[in-house]
């Protein structure tokens, strides 16, 4: 079984950058897919972006296109999501999730973090 671990979170202003990362430990990604996804307060959990194993396949949410980067190092076993030009409405639990294959679907999903706070200020 895997343990996912996001970090990077914080509070940034508008138009500011953060860099999340999400740690795997117990075994590694392995052959999985990795997405991020993100709840808002009152909302319900929506997807981000989702990276094959090996990179070659790559989804982004349209409210998220240009200006979030998702990305991997199996080495290192980690994911990434660089996120720039940060807006107010990203603000959210983001959360790393991984499944055998590339889906926006976040019940597909197998195991899950237990999610980084993301704060976006005006």
């Known amino acids: 079984q895997v343990q996912l671990v996001e970090s990077g979170g914080g509070l940034v202003q508008a138009g500011g950058s953060l860099r999340l990362s999400c740690a795997a430990s117990?075994?590694?990604?392995?052959?999985?897919?990795v997405g991020w996804f993100r709840r808002a307060p009152g909302n319900e959990r929506e997807f981000v972006a989702a990276?094959?194993?090996?990179?070659?396949?790559?989804y982004y949410a349209d409210a998220v296109k240009g200006r979030f980067t998702i990305s991997r190092d199996n080495a290192k076993n980690a994911v990434y999501l660089q996120m720039n030009s940060l807006k107010p409405e990203d603000t959210g639990v983001y959360y790393c999730?991984?499944?055998?294959?590339?889906?926006?679907?976040?019940?597909?999903?197998?195991?899950w973090g237990q999610g980084t706070q993301v704060t976006v200020s005006s």
């Open positions: 999730a991984t499944n055998q294959g590339i889906t926006t679907q976040g019940d597909k999903y197998d195991y």
């Open positions: 117990g075994r590694t990604f392995g052959r999985d897919a």
């Open positions: 990276i094959s194993w090996t990179s070659s396949i790559i």
